[in-house]
């Protein structure tokens, strides 16, 4: 692709990531290819994981912070009868078992790990503990406990059993939420052990699989495309991500203020926007940013910098 200036496309690209990389490296690539100056990404997956990885390019990276408590689904395959120390395909094994569940046994325990329940992260993930990450600390093989937390489960399903030692699974489940833990779980509860096998993110929000591209589709599509045209149509809008949060139009003197930082004197009832609320700014169908509302003012928090007037 021409290395021309893309500094002024922006919004959110639904990449589908490969097995064996991890989402730094990804986003890193999605910027060589497009040759962008800022992109970041919504919800880590391990490298282990494919699947919907949300990218945010220029000013929507000033959104990201809003996806964090959006809902996720997983398609994930548990293997029945080893379990690891990751938890995952990458560990190595540490308790075995011949018991193999059945599929009615296993559809019978899944109400339990629906709604709001406890969780134990992996002693293999990226939490703190005392300020060190859990994964350095286990490489180190040194003593530590992670403290259980609450997490919440939407829906779980077995899809289907793939023979006696591997179950396909699908979950939707809210922030802070460990798949290699539910795997783990799930067959511990079963008088068994397992370990997540293949992990496949489906839906982020709104961001579903269907309409995410793959690294090599987005490299062969651009480099065969007219030069700096491509990038725009891959991308959504960079409000996509703000559904839930009330929109506002304001003039274009208005505008004016808000995209230099100044405060907006707005006289509006907090019926309809409650102090503190956060707001989408919009100016002639054009989003501007995000402002926090508070005692008929609305002071600029977010700037999309590509609307400057």
């Not at 910027?31 to 390019?57: E, Q, R």
């Not at 490489?139 to 406990?145: A, I």
């Not at 997540?196 to 269907?210: E, M, N, P, Q, S």
């Amino acid at each position: 692709m021409s290395k021309q200036n893309n500094f002024n496309y922006h919004g959110w690209l639904i990449l589908d990531k490969p097995l064996n990389i991890s989402s730094a490296k990804a986003v890193n690539i999605v910027k060589k290819i497009f040759n962008v100056k800022k992109a970041g990404h919504a919800g880590t997956l391990d490298p282990l994981a494919t699947g919907v990885l949300p990218v945010a390019i220029n000013a929507a990276t000033k959104t990201i912070p809003y996806l964090v408590n959006t809902e996720k689904t997983y398609s994930f395959i548990i293997k029945w009868g080893e379990q690891t120390d990751t938890d995952d395909t990458e560990g190595k094994i540490i308790n075995k078992s011949n018991y193999r569940p059945s599929e009615q046994d296993i559809k019978k325990i899944l109400k339990f790990f629906i709604g709001k329940i406890k969780q134990k992260p992996p002693r293999f993930s990226a939490l703190k503990i005392n300020g060190k990450r859990a994964y350095k600390l286990a490489r180190r093989k040194s003593e530590f406990e992670i403290p259980s937390r609450t997490v919440k489960v939407l829906d779980l399903k077995l899809l289907k059993c793939l023979g006696d030692n591997l179950a396909e699974f699908v979950v939707t489940c809210e922030k802070g939420f460990y798949i290699r833990s539910l795997a783990r779980d799930i067959s511990l509860k079963l008088d068994t052990f397992g370990h997540v096998y293949a992990l496949k993110r489906t839906k982020v929000g709104r961001f579903d699989i269907k309409d995410a591209f793959t690294l090599e589709t987005l490299e062969k599509l651009v480099h065969s495309a007219p030069a700096g045209k491509m990038i725009e149509d891959f991308l959504l809008p960079t409000d996509c991500v703000l559904d839930d949060i009330p929109a506002l139009h304001i003039s274009d003197e208005e505008a004016k203020m808000f995209c230099h930082g100044q405060v907006i004197n707005k006289n509006i009832s907090n019926d309809f926007i409650p102090n503190g609320s956060d707001v989408l700014v919009k100016n002639r169908e054009k989003s501007l940013g995000i402002a926090v509302f508070f005692e008929e003012n609305l002071k600029p928090k977010r700037v999309f910098s590509n609307f400057i007037y």
